[in-house]
């Protein structure tokens, strides 16, 4: 599986923009880039996924890199119900289980 | 339809008893992933379903390890003669199954081995 690397920790001031970077440099042409959080005492929920256009929902957007080694997931506006861990997950075609890694623990101070 | 049902949410156990979880997922979803999670680290995978068919399962799944899936519908995993090193919050999670869908998770069960 391809590897992602997350920074183990971000923090963040509520109202405040969040850039979540991941790296994937060894990420194969048909790998979809996913994004999930795990809030605490929750299993983990879908945030976002893209192939290599820049993606918008309504919980955060998502910015792949033009060579699609590195993508970045950014919430407009932090709440402290933001305050979860965020795994970046390489998802290769065929619609294989996902592979978690240790993920970024964000917090969010008021 | 509430989501990813997981029960018991809280299971302890003595050392060498067999415990079993039951997941029930969304309805309409036939992939069923089964992941265990210990504390400061992600949910490692476990296993998988396809209906009722069990389609990969990991190195981790030791053989005092099952899960079926009897009519493609809820899974159960049971765990044989638990160590402790067992203790683990075990997650269960569907999806539709087609390209690149995404994973609807429970609240997981939460194993404490004594």
């Known amino acids: 599986d391809a590897k992602t690397t997350q920074p183990n920790s971000m923090e963040s001031n509520e109202e405040e923009p969040v850039h979540l970077p991941c790296n994937h440099s060894t990420i194969s042409g048909t790998d979809y880039i996913h994004w999930y959080r795990q809030l605490p005492s929750q299993g983990p929920e879908y945030v976002i996924h893209g192939l290599t256009s820049n993606v918008n929902n309504r919980m955060a957007s998502l910015a792949i890199a033009e060579d699609r080694k590195s993508s970045t997931l950014i919430l407009h506006r932090a709440t402290l119900r933001d305050a979860a861990v965020y795994y970046c997950i390489l998802s290769p075609t065929g619609n294989t289980p996902l592979v978690f890694g240790k993920g970024t623990r964000l917090s969010v101070i008021a | 339809d509430t989501g990813v049902s997981q029960d018991p949410r809280h299971k302890i156990t003595k050392r060498g008893q067999n415990v079993t979880f039951r997941c029930d997922p969304i309805s309409e979803h036939n992939r069923l992933y089964w992941y265990r999670q210990t504390l400061g680290q992600g949910p490692e995978f476990l296993t998988y379903f396809q209906n009722e068919a069990q389609l990969e399962k990991s190195r981790l799944l030791s053989d005092r390890f099952s899960a079926e899936r009897p009519k493609g519908s809820f899974s159960t995993l049971e765990i044989q003669r638990t160590e402790q090193g067992d203790s683990a919050m075990y997650l269960c999670?569907?999806?539709?199954?087609?390209?690149?869908?995404?994973?609807?998770f429970g609240q997981g069960t939460r194993l404490t081995v004594v």
């Open positions: 999670a569907s999806s539709i199954g087609t390209y690149n869908t995404e994973a609807f």
